[in-house]
């Protein structure tokens, strides 16, 4: 996540930002908790009303923090439009050259241009006082270590994987814990990356972080793939509904697609998100469905759409066909929020 993320969430607490920073730390907040949605709506927000308020430091970390969200729903066009907006920040001392470095190292990477995004990486270092590099604002180790192996320099990558977990232990915060330890079972070989990943998860628990949650359990899943034992087959394939349900509901294809690879080795078929899901209903099975997950009896939905109670059973039952689920209680999950709006 971008450099000012923790300063971010206690000054959305206090409540004393002016409205474009309380959008800015809001949207910071949700980014790093997995909700990308609505990030993305309070980080553009932010920027449209923030022009001539935020400073140098809030622009690199808005930029760099939309440049994330939209990397994880594979929307490399937008992306790049951001870092154009970086590039002029990338060499200024301090915070916010590191930020725009580490938001254009990100989209290099994600460009398949894997020497430029190490070289930006590497300069982030030049500029970040000590006193301000912190792991759990802007982890730079973990991305340049993943750079680092995609080059074949698996040496460099795991030391920098470490270097990262042993300043993140210094302060105990699970977020970048987690986010090393899953780095460090990418790219160290010789270690048990199944406990480190497991280690991870546990690390997260009640932690507000759904997306490397779900990263962290698709990495799982992938691992206990490799055996032919049937329990670790049940495992990665909760793992993976898990995944799949709150990639769907976020739009992030690039997580979905690996979710769904994995489920195409396990056997299972895919489930059906968001636009998928409804374009599978008619218009009547989608009234239906939204009062359903919602809470309302078969009986108060018949009385609000003015058909009977039967009519009401036989959409469901063809509601829950359609979707792959047993009962309404699976319903609100199937449909995501953008179903339900």
Not at 24 to 39: C, D, F, H, M, P
């Amino acid at each position: 996540m971008p450099l000012t993320w923790a300063q971010g969430q206690g000054a959305a607490q206090r409540g004393t930002l002016d409205h474009p920073r309380e959008l800015l730390s809001r949207g910071l907040v949700s980014a790093r908790a997995g909700a990308i949605t609505a990030a993305l709506g309070d980080l553009a927000d932010a920027w449209v009303e923030g022009e001539g308020v935020l400073d140098d430091l809030e622009r690199a970390t808005l930029l760099t923090a939309s440049l994330d969200c939209r990397l994880a729903r594979g929307e490399l066009t937008e992306a790049r439009a951001l870092g154009e907006l970086l590039e002029p920040l990338r060499d200024q001392p301090g915070p916010v050259g590191a930020s725009a470095r580490y938001g254009l190292g990100e989209l290099c990477a994600a460009d398949s241009n894997v020497e430029a995004a190490a070289a930006h990486f590497a300069h982030i270092p030049t500029l970040l006082p000590p006193a301000d590099d912190d792991p759990g604002r802007l982890p730079w180790r973990t991305a340049a270590a993943l750079a680092a192996v995609r080059l074949g320099r698996r040496t460099e990558g795991t030391a920098l994987a470490r270097e990262h977990l042993a300043l993140a232990g210094v302060n105990g915060a699970p977020y970048p814990i987690a986010l090393g330890l899953r780095t460090l079972a990418t790219v160290d070989a010789h270690t048990d990356r199944t406990s480190l990943l497991r280690q991870a998860i546990d690390e997260l628990d009640g932690v507000p972080a759904a997306r490397l949650v779900a990263q962290i359990g698709t990495d799982l899943a992938g691992l206990l793939l490799l055996g032919n034992d049937a329990g670790d087959a049940d495992e990665a394939l909760t793992l993976l509904r898990a995944a799949e349900l709150y990639a769907g509901n976020e739009g992030l294809w690039p997580l979905l697609g690996r979710v769904r690879r994995l489920l195409d080795r396990l056997g299972h078929p895919h489930r059906p998100v968001l636009g998928e899901t409804l374009a599978l209903l008619t218009a009547a099975q989608q009234r239906v469905a939204r009062l359903a997950a919602v809470g309302h009896t078969n009986r108060e939905i018949a009385e609000q759409l003015v058909v009977t109670v039967k009519a009401v059973e036989w959409h469901l039952s063809h509601v829950y066909r359609k979707l792959g689920i047993a009962s309404r209680v699976e319903l609100a999950g199937a449909l995501g929020r953008q179903g339900l709006a």
